[in-house]
């Protein structure tokens, strides 16, 4: 079966850092772009980074700019989002995708999700 999963969300203060992982399982990520998205509560679902098969390309939501850094390890099969400076309005949802970068509707697996809470 082929499976993303996402780990690392939690509660941290604002100001603080999480590193959230995306591990792929029965398949490589070695031919797909791999996507970050968030979804607030009452909120649309938001396309926050992607980074492509080679690495050598990453963008970013303008709300994450020069806070969030996307990386990928082809060894460990893993996409990772670090992310600094956290204020109240990055708790989400996070999700990974793995697909396209050019194309955030098209994105072939998804993982679940993992929580990330911004608060004092």
């Known amino acids: 079966q082929l499976h993303l999963v996402e780990s690392g969300g939690g509660l941290v203060q604002p100001g603080g850092s999480l590193r959230l992982s995306c591990a792929a399982s029965?398949?490589?990520?070695?031919?797909?772009?791999v996507a970050w998205f968030r979804q607030a509560p009452g909120k649309e679902r938001e396309g926050v980074s992607c980074i492509t098969t080679t690495g050598d390309s990453t963008k970013y939501a303008d709300s994450v700019k020069g806070r969030f850094t996307i990386s990928s390890d082809n060894a460990k099969n893993t996409v990772y989002l670090q992310m600094n400076s956290l204020k109240p309005e990055d708790t989400a949802v996070y999700y990974c995708a793995a697909g396209d970068c050019s194309d955030y509707d098209g994105m072939d697996y998804w993982g679940k999700g993992t929580l990330v809470t911004v608060s004092s």
């Open positions: 029965g398949f490589t990520l070695d031919y797909y772009a």
